[in-house]
């Protein structure tokens, strides 16, 4: 099947993305790498009068260092991230993700805020920048607002992005050297969407800890305090507080007693990876 026509529009500032995005007249759909979009378009599952392509606009390619953080503009590939070209503030977490996403021709076009926006429970991105405790910048005519990733995602390709906005930006917080990382996949082959994943930080100079899990089918689900994992033990995967990870589980409806068990497995083995990094 082929897209119905539409009209492409390729800005190169903000201001001319967000004055077409808001178009009221018509569909408008923003077009980044186009690995989610263009698989959609010609199933016909969305079908836009207007694509208005944003990897023209220098702004959403931009990196900038803080000393806290690092924002790295939304139209960062995952191949940019891969091979290095993004400078590191979590120790190679986010490159190990970024090889771990689909196959290297998806890496070279797909981006980081393309899949933030795009809001796909099993996509990579929405767990580990989750449990790196990042935010999306997001942009409009009427202003910006950092949000927390996990904030900004509502369920299945649902996000609180309205009308006109754009991600502009993700904002990762910079990891100690004493942090810990793990982040297991679980997918029936490699570089295949995952249908569970656990994705955990600690670090202990920042007195951070947070634990993912995702791909449930809905937005992540993100424990915040080692306190309520652990219950104050030191953070390894024996410590792990199960009772109150199924009941996270079962408050978030992942009833289904062999789903939870599945990703209890993998919140797991994440764990484990951190604590053996
Ligand atoms: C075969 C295949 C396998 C894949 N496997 C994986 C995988 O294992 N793990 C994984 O995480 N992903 C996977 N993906 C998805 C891939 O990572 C996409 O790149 C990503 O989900 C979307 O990014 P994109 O830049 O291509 O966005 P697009 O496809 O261009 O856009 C996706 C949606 O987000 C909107 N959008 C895009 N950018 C912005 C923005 N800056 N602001 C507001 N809205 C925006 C668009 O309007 C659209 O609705 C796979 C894709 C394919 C085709």
Redesign the pocket.
Known sequence: MKPVRFAYERPTDLAAAFALGRREDIAV???????????MLNLRLIQPELVVD?TAIAE?KHIEEKPESIVLG??IT?ADIEDGRVPDVTSAALRRVAC????RA?RN???I???V??A?P????LSALAALGASAIVKGESGQRGIAIEDLIVGVFETT?KPG????GVEIPRQSRAARWGYYKA?RKT????HAIGAFMHDPERSVCRAVIGATGSKPIVLTDMQELFVGRVPKPEAMSVQFVRQMMGARGMGDDIEQKIHLAVLRRAIAQAHAS
């Open positions: 759909k923003f077009l980044a790498g186009g690995q989610s979009l263009g698989p944003i959403l939304s139209c995952h771990g996403i689909a196959y998806v076009r797909g981006t805020g393309g899949s926006a795009h796909d099993a996509a990579d991105w992005l906005e754009i991600v502009t997918s570089g295949e969407f995952a």
